[in-house]
């Protein structure tokens, strides 16, 4: 065991034996290190003021991440490289190509959102495929906020960006690649145990190394990408004793596809999970692509939206309708449940104390099926849902419902299947009698709070407005839909 958080900042290596579980990479910037460039705005991972770029060696090439300093814990950079908005000039003083381009826009005017700006864009031009179209642009940038420029000259300097040759990283890459397998040659497979006066950090070696951990210390907190637990500490001021840091955990990150379907393993993020989900399910992708922001999706991962609960997370009603089954374990003992069995009341999951989310199974659809994921949130990008509706209906060669999965996030205290509306359908041609049927038996199904994001009618009245549109969609015969969100604004109207 290593008791230290190895990483570099720049081209200087950090190594701290003394790293408080909670310390953001924010604070510890700006206050120990006294790199005030990055700057602190909601500190909730919301505006994108404080966003740095993190580079990890991942199957032998360079992955460079655009992350939310604010919400992220220091000791979650162990193994990695951090580059700031102070590491973007060239070393003869040369602008970066982005902030050149920043600057011949005009895409600054107070100044307090550029740096997180920049930052974005540097990790865009560097994401594999990166492209210049205004729906990736707009993806890469949606999680920075800006109150002065109206978003076109920032827009026009990203274009322009990406027009720029190779930067100052690009020639530096061979040696970043060297310095990070150095790293991981000495950590030599072995995980991380620190123990301070603020509290413990354990960054278990494998899931056999976690498991043993969780036992020994079952009120440890688990955290994978912190964009939950983050806010605890930021919003809620809450102290966490012991964090397990799961999110490099390598027999966690794993993908693979069998007979059952995709398995993601609990630290996959839903940035590297998208393209295997959306390849499954074409709806879910464009749900995940709605999950906050680029620097949000770098970290969160899909089992810390299930495990965390929430009944307005994403990701567990899409799971639902698609019959997801979610992986358990405690010590060595394994379980498998239904996904929606998770969820018992609100903030109470089926989980023993010890217990940890190993993997989250998607099915794949058959060939009859039609599956269809709305979310309805008050801002297009980089918001929460109000509610989201997600739909799975199997037909037979004559057009009757075989199956029928329908699940809810923000109707209720927990995600959950709407069974009335499912029973209703089942057994009936997808017709309009079979529609209404489903609208009036999905009323009866919940009883849904008002709150900041919706009241109780809006919820009752759009949740029957998306089977609505499922049916619009999908039923044979139907109007073909001119009702599929466009979504995004072009450039020039922002
Ligand atoms: C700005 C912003 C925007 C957001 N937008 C959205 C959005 O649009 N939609 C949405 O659904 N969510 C959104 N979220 C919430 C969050 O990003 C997701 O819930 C995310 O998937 C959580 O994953 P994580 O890895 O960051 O979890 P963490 O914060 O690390 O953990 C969350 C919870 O799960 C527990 N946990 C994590 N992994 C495990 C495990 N393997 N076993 C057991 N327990 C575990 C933790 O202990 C904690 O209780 C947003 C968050 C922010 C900050
Ligand atoms: S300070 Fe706003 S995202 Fe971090
Ligand atoms: S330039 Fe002022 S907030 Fe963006």
Known sequence: MRNSIRFYLGDRLYDLPDCPPTLTVLDWLREQRGLTG????????????????VVRREEGRLVWRALNACIQFVCMLDGAQLFTVEDLRAPDGTLHPVQQAMVEQHGSQCGFCTPGFVMSMVAHR???GAVADDGSIDDALAGNLCRCTGYAPIVRAMKQAMQAGADHFDAQAEAIADRLAALEAQADGRGVRLAGPAGRVTIPADSDALAETLLADPQATIVAGATDVGLWVTKGLRDLPHIVAIGRVPDLRTITQDAEGLRIGAAVTYQDARDSIAALLPDAGEIIRRIGSTQVRNAATVCGNIANGSPIGDGPPVFIAAGATLHLRRGAARRTLPLEDYF????KQDRAPGEFVEAVTIPAP??????RAYKISKRFDQDISALLGAFALTLDADGVVTHARIAFGGMAAIPRRARGAEDALRGRPWNAAALAAARAALD??????????????????????????????????????????AGRMEAADV
């Open 366 to 371: 058959g060939p009859r099926t039609l599956f």
């Open 444 to 485: 009866a199904d919940f009883a849904p709070i008002s709150d900041m994001r919706a009241s109780d009618w809006y919820r009752r009245t759009v949740a029957a407005n998306l089977l609505t549109r499922l049916f619009a969609e999908t039923a044979p015969g139907a109007h073909p839909p001119e009702t599929r969100l």
């Open 344 to 347: 018992l009341s609100y903030g």
């Open 38 to 53: 990055t700057k602190e705005g909601c500190n909730e991972g919301d505006c994108g003021a404080c966003t740095v770029m």
């Open 126 to 128: 560097k994401a594999p």
